[in-house]
């Protein structure tokens, strides 16, 4: 069992940076894949990025490429999510999720944090 708690979330301006972590429960956290999704009012929760068990592979969509990046320090039980040149499209609840292996669907994930909002104004 993971239980996952995500933090950082606020309002930000367009073209400004926000980071993400989410804290992880239990003793196994380094045996696990991470990734983030977000989820806009009306729209389905979309893939936004994922990391390895290791750290040594990342993966994101193609609509943050470039500027988000994922990270995680498995001594502190928690991964990251850079986010710069953040716009409004970006705007959205951002849940951090634990699977045995990567993935970049909602399905390939077994346990979820409750969200964290972010909000870019233009």
């Known amino acids: 069992q993971v239980q996952l708690v995500e933090s950082g979330g606020g309002l930000v301006q367009a073209g400004g940076s926000l980071r993400l972590s989410c804290a992880a429960s239990?003793?196994?956290?380094?045996?696990?894949?991470m990734g983030w999704f977000r989820q806009a009012p009306g729209k389905e929760r979309e893939f936004v990025a994922a990391?390895?068990?290791?750290?040594?592979?990342?993966y994101y969509a193609d609509s943050v490429k470039g500027r988000f990046t994922i990270s995680r320090d498995n001594a502190k039980n928690t991964v990251y999510l850079q986010m710069n040149s953040l716009k409004p499209e970006d705007t959205a609840v951002y849940y951090c999720?634990?699977?045995?292996?990567?993935?970049?669907?909602?399905?390939?994930?077994?346990?979820w944090g409750q969200g964290t909002q972010v909000t870019v104004s233009s």
């Open positions: 239990g003793r196994t956290f380094s045996s696990y894949a």
């Open positions: 990391i390895s068990w290791s750290g040594g592979s990342t």
């Open positions: 999720a634990a699977a045995h292996f990567v993935g970049s669907y909602t399905g390939d994930y077994d346990y």
